[in-house]
């Protein structure tokens, strides 16, 4: 549903280049959950932002349910749907007015959208708030309308950018249960996060990126097998050790 290749960006800074990405390969299946996990620098951000289409890349590609985004990056748009721990919602519009309008710009019928918006209304408990102002609502609200804003045109690929940050206790278990019904539906899912605790307890197949390049790839036990590590916290701990063994072995 996802297909990354060979995607490579670099960057001057301070007249030095520098390889933000570094051949990247990867594909997330329908229904799969995908951590694609680093510290500051690694590469993450950069990587969503050219599956968005937003910064081109210098080498490699993506397709979005088969369709490239170098050569119809509307079409691939289309297709995506995107979440980040900032909300942006339009404080002045209804929760349902802002919905609906962003169901329009995807292009969804006036009748399909207002179907959608009550389905996913339902599941992610928001009939409450659909007739109150965007601007009123608390942070956890807010995080619930973008939740379906992202999913109002039906996209069959989700990128989350760390969806709990910010969050308490129970608006991260409303990112999980959200996280759920996307592998339910048959989503392609992307998460990143710094939140390596939460990552085990939520993704499928991991990415571990470090200073752009895709270190470890795999289901947990395969990277837990390959580092002799057992959570993802100590993996990242040997990659950013420079006189780790392990990290000489895997370099």
């Given at each position: 549903m996802l297909h990354i290749?060979?995607?490579?960006?670099?960057?001057?800074?301070?007249?030095?280049?520098?390889?933000?990405?570094?051949?990247?390969?990867?594909?997330?299946?329908?229904?799969?959950?995908?951590?694609?996990?680093?510290?500051?620098?690694?590469?993450?951000?950069?990587?969503?932002?050219?599956?968005?289409?937003?910064v081109v890349p210098d080498d490699g590609y993506t397709e979005v349910a088969g369709v490239r985004t170098s050569v119809d990056p509307f079409a691939a748009k289309s297709k995506l749907g995107f979440v980040s721990a900032s909300d942006g919602v339009y404080p002045w519009l209804s929760v349902r007015e802002m919905l609906l309008y962003f169901a329009d710009l995807y292009g969804v019928s006036p009748d399909e959208a207002v179907e959608r918006l009550k389905m996913l209304a339902d599941v992610m408990d928001i009939k409450a708030l659909l007739d109150r102002r965007a601007g009123t609502l608390s942070t956890g609200q807010r995080q619930r309308v973008t939740l379906v804003r992202g999913l109002i045109h039906d996209p069959p690929v989700m990128l989350l950018d760390e969806p709990t940050r910010g969050l308490d206790v129970v608006g991260v278990q409303t990112i999980f249960r959200y996280i759920a019904h996307l592998r339910q539906v048959g989503k392609a899912v992307v998460v990143c996060t710094h939140r390596l605790d939460e990552a085990e307890r939520l993704c499928d197949n991991f990415g571990l990126l470090h200073r752009g390049k895709l270190r470890y790839h795999g289901t947990l036990s395969a990277l837990r097998e390959a580092s002799g590590r057992q959570h993802l916290v100590e993996m990242f701990d040997d990659l950013m050790n420079p006189s780790s063994a392990l990290n000489e072995t895997n370099a």
């Open positions: 290749h060979a995607l490579t960006k670099r960057f001057v800074a301070e007249n030095e280049v520098v390889c933000a990405v570094d051949g990247l390969s990867l594909d997330v299946q329908p229904g799969e959950v995908y951590g694609l996990l680093g510290p500051n620098g690694a590469g993450k951000t950069t990587t969503l932002r050219m599956v968005l289409g937003l």
